[in-house]
C-alpha cells in the first residue's frame, strides 16, 4: 500500500517536493468531487409525474362545445327568420326603424311645448318691460317748473309797475290803494311794448282775481288760473305721416337686427311710402350712416328679399333698363316684359332708360335690341323706343276714323313694320288715346275683335308683342291682372309678380284689383295666399292692399292731416259720342292707360277675348306642373286626377296630419285622404309648415307610422321635384338597362325647360357628378348627342306652328335616310330643340314626303344600340299619355313580375297633369281598368294610397 502523501503542516512549512505535493492534492481534489457527484439525498424533491387527465380536463373542453353547437342552432335560426322577413316582410313589423315612444310621451311633449309657450310670454314681458323711471313724467314736471317760474317773474314785475311812490301826506312805506279801473289801465301799459323793443316773454296772460271789498292794503292773494300744458306722446308715433329722419332711424335698427320684425318695419318706413319718399329715405340713409340702404338690408334679410329690394329702391330708369336686358336675354314672357315697359312709360322716361341702360351695361339699348331681336319684333321695339310719342289724351275724331280706314284699304302689308309704313306711324307717334280710338274703329269695319285679328294674320314674336300691345292700349289694369295671375302660377316668374305690384301700386292698383276679380273670380289677396309661400309674402299683401286697407277705412274715405275726406261717388262711364274719356278717380296719377275706353260695346267684345287668351302664357310642355282653380272663369285642366284642393289651408292641414300621427293606434285612412287629395306643391307647403310648427320631418313620422311598405311612394309624394328627378336619372345611370332608355325618355320630353335646368343642377348638388357626362357613359354615338341635346332644355315652348318649316324640315329628315344611320344629325336637333306641336306637324309633313312614319324608319334602319332609345323618345314626345300607358302595361305584366317603381313613379308624376287619359288608353290596351289591374298585382299596404292617387279627388 503507498504511503500517504506528507500533509502540509499547519505553521506553514515548505514541503520537500512541491511537484509530488501538488500530484496529491489535486487527486485528493478529484476524490472529493466524485464523493459529492455521488451523494444522495434523504429527500426525493423532483416534480411528479404528470398525468394525461389533468393535462387535457376533457369536461371544460366538451363543455365549450356543447355551448358553440348551442350559439351555431341559434344563429342558423336566426338566419331563417331574418331570410323569411326579407322575402315576405314579415308579418310583423320587426325593423324597428321607428322613434321610441313610450307611455307618456305626448304628455311630455305637451308639457315641453306649454313650457316653451311660457318662455317665450316671460321672454317677450322682459323684452317689453317698462323702466321705473319715467322720463316723460320728469320732462312734464320740468315744464310746469319753468311754468311756475315764469309766473313768479312775471307777477314780481306786475308788482313793481303797479306800485306808487308815498305822498307828503301819507305815512312813510304806505301806499295808495289801487282800484279795479287803474290796475287794469296799468296792466294793460305793462303789456303793451315802445317801439323797437322785443317782447320780454312769450307766457300767457294771467288773470288776478282780488276780493270785493277793493282798495284795502296789503292786497289779498290772488289766484293764478294754469293753462294746460300741451305735451305730444312720444309713446304714440303716427308712422302714416313721413318722417324721413325716423325712418332711416328705425331702418338702421332694422339692419343691426335690433328690432323684432325686419319685415314689419321695411313695410312701414319703405313699402307704404311713395317712390319719391323712399328716394328720400335712402340718401338720409347713406347721409346719417354713410352706408347703402339696399345692401345693408340684404345683408340682414334672407336671400329671397333681394328682388324685393331693389324693387322698393332702385332707381326707377335703372330697375326698368335692368329688366329691359334680362327680357332681351331670353327671361320668360320676354315680349309681353317689354312691351310692358316701353308701353307703360313716357317719352322723358324711355330716354333716362336708355341712359342708364348706357351706363349699367355700357351699351346701348337700340343695339343689344338689334343683335338679340330680328324681323318685325325689332322694328317694332326700335320703333316704340324712339320716344317720340304724343302725350296729349284730346282725340281727334276725323283723323282716327281716316287712320283706321287707311289701315284697312293697307290690305296684307297693314301689318308691315317698315319705318314708312301705317302702322309703324300710328304705334310709335300717336297718342294711346288715339290707336284705341283708331283700332275700335278698325273692329266696326271687319266685324272682328282685334285679338282675333291678330291670332289669324300674325305668328310668332310678333304675334306675341302684337296682343301685349293691344291689352296695354285698350285696358292696362286688365293687361297687368293677367299678367299678375300667370306669374302667380307654379310656372310663373316671381320678378314679373314682384314688377308688376311694386310698379303699380301707386298708379292703378285698384283698377287691377278689380279687373283681376271680375276676369279670374279670386281676389288678388286669395291666390297670394294660396299660391306664394315666399317669405316676403307679407310685403306684396301690403301692396295690393293699398292705403284703404292699412288704415282700415272705407273704399270711400281719405284721411288728410287727421281728417275722413269722403271722395266722390264714382261717376258713370261717357256716352258713346263724347269725344273726351271720364273724369279719372282722385287716388289714380294722370296716367291715360288707367281710364276705361270709351266704348262699351267693343270692351264687352274685347272681354272675350281676354279670357281665351287667359292661358296662353301657363302653355308648358304637354301641360306638365300647371295648377289653375276651377273658380268659375278660368280653364280647368281636364285631364289630371288630381288637381289643387279648392278649401286648402296649409295649417289645418299640419294640425290634421299630427292628430292622426299622434292618435293611438294606426289609422291609415286620414292620411290617405289627406295625401292623394293635395297637388304636389300643396303638399310641399305643408311639409315645410310642419317643420316650422312642430320641428319635425313630415316624411319621417309618416314612414314611422304608416309601416315600410310605404316608404318609396311617401318619399316619391313628399320630395321636392326638382330632387325627385335628379335621383330618378341617378338610378337610371347607374342601372344603365333597357329600362333606362325609357326611363330617360320619359323625364326630358315630359319636363319644361326651366325643370330640366334645375333638375340639372340639383343632380351635381346631390351626387358631385355632371349629368351630361353620366348620360354620356349610358349610350353611343347619336342617341348620346340626342339625350346631351335633351338634357340641356333649349326646346322651343312659344309660338304657333309653322307649316313651311315643318315641310322643311321633314325633307331634311327624308335627305337624311339617304345617309345612313351614322350620318344623321339633322333628326338630333329637330327632335331636341323644336316645340312639341310643331314637331308633330313635322312628323305628319314627314310621312306625307316618305310614305311612312318616322317610327318605322327608326325600327328598319337603326342600329339595335340606338333603336330603343330613339323610339322611346319619338313615343313620348307625340303622345305621351299613350306612352305611359304603355310603360304601365309593361310595368305590370312584366317577365321578371311587377315593377312596384315605375308603376308608383307614373301614377305620382302624371296624377296632375294626364293621368286620366292614360286610364283610358291603359283600359283599351289591356282590357281592364288600372285600379283593377293594380288591385290585382299589387302586394302590401301602399296599394291603398296608390289606388287613392289614381281614383283622385276630381269632383270631390
Known sequence: MAAMPPLKAKSGFPVSNKLLQKRWNDKAFQLHQQKVAAMKADLDNKSPKPYQHIRLRLKKLLAEEERQAQVDHDNRKLLGRMTQIMKTHGSLDNWNNYTPRSMNYYVREKEAERIAMNNELIKSRLLGVQPNYNLNKWEEDFLKHEYYLANMAAVTKDYDLDSLEPTPRDPPRRRRPRSVGTETDRSTEAASTTDGEVEATKLPKIKLERSKGGGTWPPRRFHTKLPKVNRVDKNKVDLSQHDVDRDSRMLFKATKGLSQNEVSIVIKTLVRRTYRQRQETKAKFWELYDKELSEDLKSQLSDDFAPVIDALLMEREKFDAMTVHSALKGSP????????????????????????????????????????????????????????????????????????????????????????????????????????????????????????????????????????????????????????????????????????????????????????????????????????????????VDLVRGPEGQDGQKKSQKRINGMVIHRAPPQLRPLRHQPFPPPKPVDIKNNPLAQPSQRPLAAAQREKSFD???????????????????????????????????????????????????????????????????????????????????????????????????????????????????????????????????????????????????????????????????????????????????????????????????????????????????????????????????????????????????????????????????????????????????????????????????????????????????????????????????????????????LALIKGNKGS
Open 333 to 540: 314672357s320676354a315680349e309681353a316684359t317689354l312691351i310692358e315697359i316701353l308701353c307703360t312709360r313716357n317719352n322723358r322716361a324711355l330716354e333716362q332708360i336708355k341712359k342708364a341702360y348706357r351706363d349699367e351695361h355700357l351699351n346701348n339699348l337700340e343695339d343689344d335690341v338689334r343683335s338679340e331681336t330680328a324681323g318685325q319684333l325689332q322694328d317694332l321695339l326700335l320703333g316704340l323706343l324712339a320716344g317720340d310719342r304724343e302725350e296729349s289724351n284730346e282725340v281727334d275724331e276725323d283723323l282716327y276714323r281716316q287712320d283706321a280706314q287707311e289701315l284697312h284699304q293697307a290690305g296684307k302689308d297693314r301689318w308691315s313694320t317698315d319705318s314708312d309704313s301705317k302702322l309703324m306711324s300710328l304705334i310709335t307717334t300717336k297718342s294711346y288715346s288715339h290707336i284705341r280710338e283708331t283700332f275700335t274703329e278698325y273692329e266696326k269695319m271687319v266685324q272682328t275683335d282685334m285679338l282675333d285679328i291678330l291670332k289669324d294674320e300674325l305668328s310668332g314674336e310678333f304675334l306675341a308683342a302684337m296682343m301685349a300691345l293691344v291689352k296695354v292700349v285698350f285696358y292696362c289694369p286688365k293687361f297687368f291682372a293677367e299678367r299678375i295671375y300667370h306669374a302667380m302660377r307654379p310656372r310663373g316668374d316671381s320678378a314679373t309678380l314682384i314688377r308688376c305690384l311694386m310698379t303699380r301700386a301707386e298708379a292703378d292698383m285698384p283698377l287691377i284689383r278689380k279687373a283681376y276679380k271680375k276676369t279670374y273670380g279670386a281676389t288678388i289677396m286669395d291666390d297670394l295666399d294660396s299660391y306664394v309661400s315666399a317669405p316676403y309674402k307679407p310685403i306684396l
Open 612 to 946: 281665351k287668351t287667359n292661358d296662353r302664357g301657363d302653355g308648358g310642355r304637354n301641360g306638365s306642373d300647371k295648377e289653375n282653380r276651377d273658380r268659375g272663369k278660368g280653364k280647368a285642366q281636364a285631364s289630371g286626377s288630381v288637381v289643387p284642393a279648392k278649401r286648402f289651408h296649409v295649417e289645418r292641414d299640419c294640425e290634421d296630419f299630427r292628430n292622426a300621427i299622434s292618435r293611438w293606434g294606426t289609422d291609415e285612412e286620414p292620411l290617405i285622404k289627406l295625401l292623394s287629395s293635395r297637388s304636389h306643391d300643396q303638399r310641399q307647403q305643408v311639409k315645410k309648415q310642419y317643420k316650422t310648427k312642430y320641428n319635425k320631418d313630415l316624411l319621417q313620422d309618416l314612414k314611422a307610422e304608416m309601416g315600410s311598405s310605404y316608404d318609396d311612394l311617401l318619399v316619391m309624394l313628399l320630395t321636392p321635384r326638382s330632387d325627385f328627378d335628379a335621383w330618378t336619372m341617378h338610378k337610371a345611370t347607374q342601372a344603365n338597362d333597357a329600362n333606362s332608355q325609357a326611363v330617360f325618355a320619359g323625364m326630358l320630353c315630359t319636363r319644361s325647360n326651366k325643370q330640366i335646368r334645375s333638375m340639372r343642377e340639383t343632380y351635381k348638388k346631390l351626387f358631385s357628378r355632371n349629368l351630361l357626362d353620366d348620360l354620356k357613359a349610358c349610350s353611343t354615338d347619336r342617341l348620346a348627342d340626342l339625350l346631351l341635346a335633351l338634357t340641356k332644355g333649349d326646346r322651343e315652348e312659344r309660338g304657333k306652328v309653322d307649316q313651311s318649316r315643318a315641310k322643311e324640315d321633314a325633307h331634311e329628315l327624308y335627305e337624311e335616310d339617304k345617309l345612313g344611320a351614322n350620318d344623321r344629325s339633322r333628326i338630333v336637333d329637330i327632335l331636341a330643340n323644336r316645340s312639341v306641336p310643331q314637331l308633330k306637324a313635322t312628323l305628319q309633313a314627314y310621312k306625307k314626303v316618305s310614305g311612312r312614319e318616322l317610327l318605322e324608319t327608326i325600327e328598319a334602319e337603326m342600329p339595335d344600340d340606338q333603336k330603343v332609345g330613339f323610339a322611346a323618345i319619338v313615343r313620348c314626345l307625340t303622345d305621351p299619355a299613350k306612352f305611359f300607358a304603355g310603360r304601365l302595361k309593361e310595368a305590370i305584366d312584366g317577365s321578371e313580375g311587377m315593377d312596384e317603381d315605375t308603376l308608383m313613379r307614373i301614377v305620382v308624376t302624371r296624377s296632375e297633369v294626364d293621368l286620366l287619359e292614360i286610364k283610358r288608353l291603359f283600359k283599351d290596351q289591356q282590357g281592364q281598368a288600372l285600379s283593377q289591374s293594380v288591385e290585382d298585382n299589387c302586394t302590401g299596404d301602399h296599394k291603398k294610397l296608390l
